[in-house]
């Protein structure tokens, strides 16, 4: 039996920093102080704060919903309503919550989802968010507005940033509308200074993984992305960032392990199984194997943002988001990521309901594996829906898949000598 995980005490400060962040939300909303914006996880969240809303991300919402397990409850009421079971499981149990009356969010004060004043969407990710938006939006009579992303990005072109540039700039007037208040260019420079400096604090977090033995996983990066994700543009996430770096920092100097004796180290692509975080993350660690980096994770890391060039910054950053791409850039992406934290193989998701955020069904995982000369596995579940998810197939298939890894590093030892 491996020796139990040091947990991280910056969870402490993370707690503190959502917990004010839902509930400022729902003091925003009880006291109508600020309008309420919706903003899809990577959609222009510096622009809806320097106009003053107070933001909520659904995908934050409906990744509680899934971690607290109670997402398969709410299924089946959207499925009732005309959504499919093979559709998004972060929409069908966001909405079917909703028709249910409940939401985590009552724990922080609220009376469930904030109702919006505008629902803002990037379809850069996929066309489900949309549709999302749009249920709530006829729900309650309030615009649905975006921009409609290209998708399969190979080199990102100058025509591309053109197009989604425009299409920021002409939200402007609408959001302008639905705040009451113009928006000040001062502003604007003040969320994406925020938002740079958390990203850049997060991506220094997240490469502490290069460190062996890691610091830091990849489901515990799940959770703690949580501040870069609701709180993009706000100065309260760089503070965040600043104390967690400051814990990694001091735990690769004092050799304190994620996983404590850490043997294996993997990479992980795709979506979390949020209500199995902790059963797999007890899984890998009782094999000494460390999932030490994630595209998940990653795609938060927005080093393009520009504050001088505000527009074209926030497009370019759209655009070349990992999940927007085509198989060829995500490959190159995945190699970099595997050489810079040295593992010894990756772990693809197959997340039933979310095949944009799924890369292992034409062929990726097989070319990756030889060009990169590293074993990978498939493991099939699900973002929300764990009827999709076997915690005995998933145990039996990373034991073979570590035995795998462990035989081949024996090999090339025995080749070595
Ligand atoms: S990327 Fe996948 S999980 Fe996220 S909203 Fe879209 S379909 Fe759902």
């Given amino acids: 039996m491996a020796a139990p995980r040091a947990e991280l005490a910056s969870t402490a400060a993370l707690r503190d920093t959502m917990s ?48 607290g397990r109670t997402a398969n409850r709410y299924l089946p009421v959207a499925h009732a309503q005309g959504y499919s079971q093979d559709i998004c499981s972060y929409l069908t149990s966001d909405i079917g919550a909703y028709l249910s009356g409940e939401s985590p969010l009552s724990a922080f004060g609220l009376h469930g989802v904030p109702r919006a004043d505008v629902l803002v969407f990037n379809t850069n990710q996929c066309r489900d968010v949309r549709d999302w938006f749009e249920w709530y939006g006829r729900q309650w009579n309030v615009p649905v507005i975006g921009i409609n992303s290209p998708r399969s990005v190979g080199e990102v072109t100058e025509a591309e940033i053109g197009d989604v540039t425009r299409q920021l700039e002409a939200l402007v007037p609408i959001l302008e509308r639905v705040a009451g208040t113009r928006l000040d260019s001062a502003r604007l420079t003040t969320a994406m200074s925020a938002a740079r400096d958390a990203s850049a604090l997060w991506e220094r977090c997240l490469t502490t993984a290069t460190h062996r033995p890691s610091p830091f996983t990849f489901f515990d990066g799940t959770i703690h992305m949580g501040p870069a994700v609701v709180l993009r543009g706000a100065p309260e996430a760089a503070t965040y960032y ?3 770096l400051a814990e990694l920092e001091e735990r690769t100097r004092t050799g304190v392990q994620a996983v404590p004796g850490e043997s294996l180290r993997l990479y992980w692509d795709g979506m979390p199984v949020w209500g199995r975080l902790r059963a797999l993350s007890t899984t890998f660690a009782e094999f000494r194997t460390a999932v030490v980096a994630s595209t998940y994770c990653n795609s938060w890391i927005f080093s393009t943002l520009d504050p001088a060039d505000p527009w074209r910054s926030m497009a370019r950053s759209s655009v070349e988001l990992f999940i927007a791409r085509s198989d060829e850039p995500k490959e190159r992406y995945i190699e970099r990521m595997v050489k810079l934290y040295d593992v010894d193989g990756i772990v693809f998701h197959d997340c039933r309901t979310c095949p944009n955020n799924t890369n292992s069904r034409y062929g990726m995982p097989r070319r990756l594996s030889e060009r990169l000369g590293i074993p990978t596995l498939m493991l099939d579940g699900d973002v929300n829906d764990l009827r999709c998810f076997s915690d005995e197939q998933a145990k039996t298939n990373i034991e073979g898949f570590v035995e795998q890894l462990a035989d081949g590093r024996a090999a090339a030892g025995r080749a070595a000598r």
């Fill in 20 to 67: 004010a962040y839902y509930r400022g939300l729902g003091e925003a909303v009880e006291k109508k102080t600020a309008p309420v914006a919706w903003c899809t996880s990577v959609g222009p969240a510096e622009l809806l704060r320097a106009l003053g809303f107070v933001v909520h991300f659904p995908e934050n919402h409906a990744a509680m919903l899934g971690a």
């Fill in 242 to 244: 600043g104390t967690l």
